[in-house]
C-alpha cells in the first residue's frame, strides 16, 4: 500500500492542470500580407469612454479594430474573426478560439485565462478590452511573428463579443 501512495504521487506530480491552451483545430493566418483595418470614430471612442466611466475601469484600456486578415480553421477560410490594437499594432485578437497574440514578445495564448474584459458594440468593428495580459500559453504553434504562423486551439467564442 505504502508503494502504491509513492506510486500515485510521482505519476500525478506529471500532471499539470490547465499550463496550455491547446486543442485539436488547426489555425492559420499570415500577418506578413496587406490588410485593412477598420478606424475608429469619435462616437466609437465616446461610446469606450462611457463604457469605461460606467464600470469603473480605472486600468490601462487597449482597443482592437477589426480587419481582414484571413483566418484559416481548419482549412476552411473565415473573415471578421481578428482584430489589431490600436495601441499596440504588435498585439493581435482572434475571436474564434479566444486567442491573442503578440508578434513583439513572440507570445500566444488563450486570452480568457488572464482575466481579459473584452466589450464591443452591435457592429462588432471594435472591441474595448480591460486588464489585457496574456493569459494560459499556447502550447503547440509556430514562431510567432509579422508573417505566417499557425496554433492548435479551440472554436471558443467569448461569451460578450457573440
Not at 466609437?44 to 490601462?60: A, F, P, Q
Not at 481582414?68 to 495601441?87: F, H, P, W
Request: hydrophobic fraction near 35%; charged fraction near 20%; proline fraction near 3%.
Amino acid at each position: 500500500m505504502r508503494y502504491l501512495s509513492l506510486f500515485l504521487l510521482v505519476v500525478s506530480s506529471f500532471a499539470l492542470s490547465g499550463d496550455g491552451a491547446d486543442s485539436e483545430i488547426r489555425y492559420e493566418l499570415d500577418l506578413s500580407i496587406n490588410y485593412s483595418k477598420y478606424v475608429m470614430s469619435p462616437k466609437d471612442i465616446e461610446w469606450s469612454n462611457k463604457l469605461v466611466n460606467r464600470l469603473g475601469y480605472e486600468g490601462d484600456v487597449l482597443h482592437f479594430v477589426l480587419t481582414d486578415i484571413v483566418l484559416v480553421e481548419a482549412n476552411k477560410k473565415l473573415s471578421g474573426k481578428i482584430y489589431q490594437s490600436v495601441e499596440n499594432p504588435g498585439r493581435y485578437y482572434v475571436l474564434t478560439g479566444d486567442i491573442g497574440i503578440d508578434t513583439k514578445l513572440g507570445i500566444i495564448g488563450n486570452a480568457g485565462a488572464g482575466g481579459y474584459s473584452m466589450y464591443s458594440p452591435k457592429s462588432k468593428k471594435f472591441i474595448v478590452c480591460f486588464n489585457c495580459g496574456y493569459g494560459i500559453p499556447v502550447v503547440r504553434h509556430s514562431t510567432i511573428y509579422k508573417g505566417p504562423i499557425y496554433w492548435y486551439g479551440s472554436n471558443h467564442i467569448r461569451q460578450t463579443l457573440r
